[in-house]
């Protein structure tokens, strides 16, 4: 756990370092398989205002062409280093998220939201996402995409819902102890892969409930190509058209925001880079996890 002597941008600095050293092994098998990827969101940012991390920042976002997604999907476990694990919807039942994650096995990383789900418990991470196309006729796809992912949620997640919210929780999760948990990932995975990143006008955010926000969808061409950008001492490849990108989602992305926001999106209630995430899943287990 974080000790008590450690100031939390220490604590930061170090959670930082971790992530690196799991991207340097990501990057090792992207490059021997020339998959192709890019640093978006808040690590795109931070590659472009920082040369590094948001300071405040505690993870990595990494898009990759769904064919390239796929692949790494495929040799990643068998490539990376025994302490890295790929975690997937397909691998992790209560978990609502339409993407991958690398972890650290031999870390702690638990936030708030995951305490209730030992299968969710995990160790410090670089988020592993598809960027697929998005086609001409967005409305419906939008729409498709948001009802598949609602019924991944309420299949998989225990929600704190009332009323038709909670029916359909019920129905959901009763309906996927049948067809199994990943009936709606794999529904959602085969629809919005059927639209080829390299063959449609624009690309999205295919994974967020927010795909039907303008921020979320980009014109192909700003990911036709990339540029190595400077990154806490290495490179990442950002999308060539990275100011328009940046521009898009973050506006006035080089203006920093004010001190009260500047905080990390993740609520982290269990932090250990010392002991692996199994060692606090079995403590729950036994209803010995104090926090």
Known sequence: M??????AMSDNQAVQNEILNIFTEIKKIMERHN???FAIG???LGAVRHEGFIPWDNDMDIAMPEKDYAEFLRVA????????????PENTPSSAALYSKVQN???TYIEEHELEHTDLYKGVFVDIMPLCGVPAKRKLYCKMNWLFHEFNIYARCHLKETGIKKAMNRILRRFSRIAGSNFFYHKWYHYVTKYKFDTEKYVGYVWSLHIT???RLFLKEWFADYVDMPFAGTTVRCPVGWHDY???????YMELPPEEQRASGHHVVLLDLERPYAYYADLAKKGELKV
């Open 2 to 7: 974080e000790k008590e002597n450690t100031s």
């Open 213 to 215: 926000a303008d921020s």
């Open 105 to 107: 096995i031999r870390t």
């Open 35 to 37: 998959l192709r990827y």
């Open 42 to 44: 808040g690590t795109c």
């Open 246 to 252: 940046l521009t898009k989602q973050f506006h006035n």
């Open 77 to 88: 476990p068998q490539e990376l280093p025994a302490h890295l694990k790929l975690r997937t």
